[in-house]
């Protein structure tokens, strides 16, 4: 079992670095690979954008990161160190993700952010400040989590994740239950820290606006391969794939037939 | 009580035929052979429970406790499918409440250290902490999916195997401990518990009987705790695998 010594982060620029990284699945009729040879990484302080279509493996790929699904090929190194080298609880703490279905601990919304503290015998952090950070009321603080609202739960659960400063966050949709304006505030709350902590970002989203103003860098993911990655303003503005090219019009076209929320 | 009048008894098998006959249940066949092994183990260990009390040696009564908390370990290990490995961590977790529970009586010269005393008190521990391990494993598999969620969410807050399956532990050892509990809150009331039944019948003053009994139920209470205690401890980490991900 892993053990627990604090590791210091190797002298590593690269946040997250995959390296041919695929997961595959065994079903009832044989193996199935749900991400095939992805490679590519990620600087420290920078924010990767990770958009595709629904089963593309966004969320597969978001859960490498933190070992909470294996690499079954290639490696995945976060600060230059394979994650299965990790010890666990440290990796785990430092690359926060937070979950495309937020899930509430029992108890209330205090108790949920008091678990990370808790668990990794931290001092307590201040529920307070952490609600107003992802733009809610501190009045909740003694409300039982398991009846906010969807909203408000997305956010609990973003401000849990941030309890433990991690230097990495995952976002997995972290926004869909929210409306432009909490959005926002939960945009600009993760790009200053971003500046001020230097936290690196991989924020999965299937708001195309969204992907474009919060990202430095986006991938598109497609079927289980990442088909086309570059900066975030020349993916929009020159897509180089027609795989992306493709995506971008169909995504437009959907969106304006949608009409503006 | 001869044999000649047990025999009768049998009448009350014919007539449970009979009616499986009649309404076309097809268990006569289960009945008989039911009614034979009954009768044939039970003959059998009364005669080794003769043997044994003879004797009075005490490595000749460990043996035979062993072995009763060996196929009592087998059972529990079978309905366990998986989760508790097929035999030493029931076996673990039973033999540390015998060994707790008895121990202590022994020391405390409760009973006297003899195999009529021994033998079927450590029966009623072992027996009651079989059934407490099964309904432990069965629990723990079913608390770990239905709570699968929350379990994830902890994993990836970093928390570690143990502090990710605490609430889930924790509601399979209330979930086993539960039949214990129940059944002494009514015992006297809705039954009478069968070694007193027996005793009374044999001819012993019911107030003994009884005094016996309230040993035996406080005994299995600590018991059936220990088993799931123990057994908490040695199953919870398969939940796992060595990438602390959940697996069940
Ligand atoms: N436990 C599982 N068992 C079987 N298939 C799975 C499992 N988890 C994911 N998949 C499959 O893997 C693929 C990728 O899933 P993933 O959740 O990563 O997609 P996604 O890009 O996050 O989709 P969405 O935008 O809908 O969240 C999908 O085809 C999905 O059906
Ligand atoms: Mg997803």
Redesign the interface.
Known sequence: ??HAPAVKPEPSPWAIEFRDAGRVLTSEDGPKSILTEVSGRLARGRVLTLIGPSGAGKSTLLSLC?????PDVGEVFVWGREV?SWP??????RV??V?Q?P?M??GTVADNLA??SR??GRPQADGHRLLQQVGLDPSILQRPAEELSGGQKQRVALA??LA?EPDILLVDEGTSALDRESAGVIERHVRCLVTSRCLTVVWVTHDLEQARRVGDETWLIDNGRVVEQGTTEAFFEAPQTEAAKRFLRTAERGQAGAGRR | MSLWTLALTLAFVVAAMLVSLWQRLGLEKDMVVATIRATVQLLVIGYVLKFVFHMDNFALTAAMVALMTCVAADNAGRRGRGLAGRFWRPFAAIAAAEVLAQGFLLAVHVIPGRPSYIIPISGMIIGNSMVACGLFLNRLRDEARTRNAEVWALLALGANPKQASRAVVKAATKASMIPTIDSAKTMGLVQLPGMMTGQIIAGADPIQAVRYQLLIVFAIIASAAITSIVLGFLTYPRLFNRFWQLVV
């Open positions: 079992m892993p933190n070992l909470l699904q294996t299965r666990l609880a440290e990796l785990r703490r926060g993700l979950m279905q899930v601990l029992p678990v990370p668990l990794h849990r994740t433990n």
